[in-house]
């Protein structure tokens, strides 16, 4: 650190100089104040002063102030056996030594999929769905799955009975239906309640895993499609009940603890 030399006024006070070469300045403080639910955020957001502007995106509120040594954040209590569809998909091809995934990233999808049993699929639809929806549980119920394999054989060499090329294709119908919709409560609490549709595919999946002991075992796959849109709407419904005053942006703030050497 560079020094720094400090002179007093009346030099006959002091007979040298002052060499400062360490000037440690206690850090500010940062509260950050999060919030669950949607009345709370407006009354935060209505007694709070200086407030430039709002910043939201599908997962959560930011309220901006003048001080910003002061974050407002609002997040939803979100339905955790519903959200457990939001996760994005980061797939890649293989998997390290201690199963780490590496290689190329491969996209079957935005979000992850979810496998389920038939009996636990069928319990998940019982206790989550607010319509019922007859067909999909019957055909769960009576779940039908057919394989059909075809194996192609080319001749490279007509002289020549080895010398071919193979080509097998492995074709499993269900009766399942590939796509369909649910109506779900994605916000379901003491202070207020949200219902939403998701889309999702579905197939039938087999375990690969030859170390465990369900290798083989069937699966029902659902991947959901529009949960982007979903908490964009969600979200978008809380920024239209704040103020027409308060500017909104979508998008997201960054910071950092604030401590000794670090800054804000």
Known sequence: MEQTQIVPKNPDELSSRINVENLVVNPRTKREIAIGDADSFLRVTKDTKGISAILWNEEGLTVMTKDPSTVITFRPELNQSVTMFFTRDKKREGSGLFGQQTGCRVWEGDFEPIKFTKGNLVKF????????NEELMKAI?????????????????????????????????TNIPANFTLEVPLIENAFEQAYVSLDFEAKV????????????KKYIQLRCTNARQVLKQVMQEYVNRLPKTIPRYYGRLNYESIGRGSDY
């Open 125 to 132: 639809l019982k206790k989550y769905t607010i319509k019922e």
């Open 141 to 173: 119920q009576n779940m039908k799955i057919t394989e059909h394999k075809s194996r192609t054989e080319t001749m490279i060499d007509l002289n020549n009975d080895d010398n071919y090329s193979a080509q097998e294709e492995q074709v499993t119908t």
């Open 205 to 216: 999946v087999q375990e690969e895993d030859r170390y465990s002991g369900d290798k083989g």
